[in-house]
Structure formats: C-alpha cells, structure tokens
C-alpha cells in the first residue's frame, strides 16, 4: 500500500528565509507525487507534481521539489520565503496502475513566516 | 469554468439531524471523489466515483454515511443521524484521467459541518 509522511506538522520560518518541507513515500511501483497549498478557509490547491522525467520540478509561487528515488523523498522548497507562504502544505502520493486509485495525503505541515 | 462548486459552505446542525452536502464537478470531468479533513486524521478519502458508479467506499466511516451520483453534474454526501464526531471540513475534488496525472484533481472549498 502507499503512504505518505510529512516530518513536521507545524514549520516556522522568518521572512526571506530558506523553506524546506520534508516529504517521504512508501510505494511499490513508480510513484506519482504531489504537492499541494491550503490557505485558510479554502480548498486545496496544486503546487507541483512529478509524474516521470526531470526529477527536479518547478511549481508556482517559487517552490520546487526534487525526486529523490533512492531516499523515497520528494521535499518542497522555496529558496526565501514571504508572509504569503504562510498556510498548509499537503504532500500525496497517487497509484495509476489499473484503475485511476486515489491520492493518498499526508497529514500536512502548517507553515508560519515570520516579518 | 467555475470550479468544484460545494454547498453550503458551513452547516450547523444539532446531533440526530440529517446533513446533505452538495457537489457540482468541473464539467467533463469521469471522477469525483469525497474527502474529510479534521485535525486529528487529515485527509481521508471518503469514496469516489467513476462515471456516476461508485468505486471504492471502504473510507466510509459507518452505515450512517451515503454518498450518491445521480449525473455527471451533481453528488451528495448524507450524514443521518449526525454525531458531533462528524465536524469536520467535507471536500469534493474531481477529475479526468488525463488531468489526475497532469494537473492532480480541483478540489472545491469545502463545506465546514458543525455538529452540536
């Protein structure tokens, strides 16, 4: 079965600062995996995804996450962070062998930027 | 297009009563999907759908949770009889197949239920 697992439920950073969020799946087959926002009150929304090929993908907002097969990791970063960073990061996983499956979340990290 | 469009966007009802959550999928979009969020489990996937049909409901939580798609362009999610333990911030998310693997699914707003 995949899974997914996010180290960290709660992140804080300051303004302009590095922004790492740590990313580890469990899956048997190659994974599909992504990475979404939630801003308070509202639904989540894509970020970024790695399906196959470069295994450094760019999002929005100046995020990025890198592949990394033989750590199992796909973690976000954001080289400086600013106030509007602030929100919920999901991370997932989807099986697209057979039928479409589902994504499977992880329990998400709260992020905090601090001025 | 409008999105996922979710009604209401925050229920209070008292235990005992019946809850009906709505969703309009993105139009074309095969696949809906309902999912709940709350702080002590995340987000749980609930059940989704393929072409109107049910496929996996094993997240449904008991007997007191239905989920039905009568057309492509509407689903509910009934709650009845309704248990404080069922706050919680309801998702519908659809998606094509094609899209899933692009662009993940669009997930609407939620609905925020508040059983007291």
């Known amino acids: 079965a995949q899974s997914v697992t996010q180290l960290g439920s709660h992140v804080s950073v300051s303004e302009g600062a590095l922004v790492l969020l740590r990313c580890n799946y469990s899956s048997s087959v190659p994974p599909y995996l992504f990475w979404y926002v939630q801003y308070p009150n509202q639904g989540l929304q894509l970020l970024l995804k790695y399906t196959t090929g470069a295994t450094l993908v760019k999002g929005i907002n100046g995020f990025e996450a890198e592949f990394k097969k033989s750590e199992t990791s796909f973690h976000l970063t954001k080289p400086s962070a600013h106030m509007s960073d602030a929100a919920e990061y999901f991370c997932a996983v989807m099986n697209y062998g057979g039928s479409q499956g589902n994504l499977i979340f992880g329990k998400g990290t709260k992020l905090s930027v601090k001025p | ?116």
Not at chain 2, 10 to 33: A, N, W
């Open chain 2, 1 to 116: 297009d409008a999105g996922v469009i979710q009604s209401p966007r925050h229920e209070v009802t008292e235990m005992g009563q019946e809850v009906t959550l709505r969703c309009k999928p993105i139009s074309g979009h095969d696949y809906l999907f309902w999912y709940r969020q709350t702080m002590m489990r995340g987000l749980e996937l609930l059940i989704y759908f393929n072409n109107n049909v049910p496929i996996d409901d094993s997240g449904m939580p008991e007997d007191r949770f239905s989920a039905k798609m009568p057309n492509a362009s509407f689903s509910t999610l009934k709650i009845q009889p309704s248990e404080p333990r069922d706050s919680a911030v309801y998702f519908c998310a659809s998606s094509s197949i094609q899209g899933a693997l692009n662009y993940g699914y669009t997930f609407g707003s939620g609905t925020r239920l508040t059983v007291v």
